[in-house]
């Protein structure tokens, strides 16, 4: 890169490069490449680009682009939705498959802390859980020692899906687990951190994070 001072001689560099030069100006930006390191690098730089561009044939830089199919945009754009859709599924799976395994150890812990029990069992919160068209649900709520045990019968679900099972009490929002969807009538146990006389409110949502059934529960008598 020349220098300020030699600014001047840029134009001349170029021309002497590409063999153009007028014989007066040669002179003297001969004279300044003397005494000047930076613009003989750049003369020899600009010389060699100018001998690579001459080695070119005329066609391969005149010759218009082909031009993308109209249709190119579309294919892209289709493929970038399909493919950000297929990492949404995967990643949603993971994180189901990761909360289905605590879900199974608290079910276990909730089965011994039933079995361990007084003989009498608790008749528990029975719930109706009102849902989007097709979709239908029940809930008995019974308090533990460590939250409530959940047991749901639900049907009219996608069996391509999960859905996550929800327990609001003072607090806020609290998982309860999830669970694979069925179009058939399913039992499905699980527990929730969430005392029973603290929870206000059992909900159900799909990958998309849409409420597909609600209710609120009813206060203990």
């Known amino acids: 890169m020349t220098t300020d001072p030699c600014r001047e001689w840029r134009g001349a560099l170029g021309a ?3 063999g153009v030069i007028d014989p007066v100006e040669e002179i003297g930006l001969r004279a300044h490449l003397d005494g000047c390191a930076s613009c003989r690098t ?13 080695a070119l044939p005329v066609t391969d830089v005149t010759t218009a682009p082909t031009e993308p199919a109209g249709t190119l945009g579309g294919r892209v754009l289709e493929r970038v939705a399909h493919e950000r859709d297929a990492r949404r599924k995967r990643r949603a ?11 199974a150890v608290a079910a276990a812990i909730a089965a011994i802390v039933l079995a361990v029990g007084s003989g009498s069992a608790s008749p ?16 008995t709520l019974r308090p533990q020692a460590a939250g409530t045990a959940i047991d749901m019968t639900v049907s009219g679900l996608d069996p391509h899906s999960y859905y996550w099972l929800w327990l609001t009490g003072d607090d806020g929002k609290m998982g ?15 527990m929730s951190a969430v005392p029973l006389d603290e929870a206000h409110r059992i909900w159900v949502t799909d990958e998309n994070n849409h409420v597909v ?9």
């Open 124 to 139: 528990g919160t029975r719930v109706a859980i009102p849902g989007i068209p097709g979709v239908h649900a029940t809930a």
């Open 16 to 18: 002497a490069a590409l």
């Open 213 to 221: 059934l609600d209710a609120r529960i009813p206060a203990p008598a």
């Open 42 to 54: 750049e003369l020899r730089d600009l010389t060699a680009v100018a001998q690579a561009l001459s």
């Open 93 to 103: 799976r993971r994180i189901a498959a990761g909360v289905g395994a605590l879900v």
């Open 176 to 190: 309860a687990g999830t669970f694979t969807g069925s179009q058939q009538q399913t039992d499905i146990r699980l």
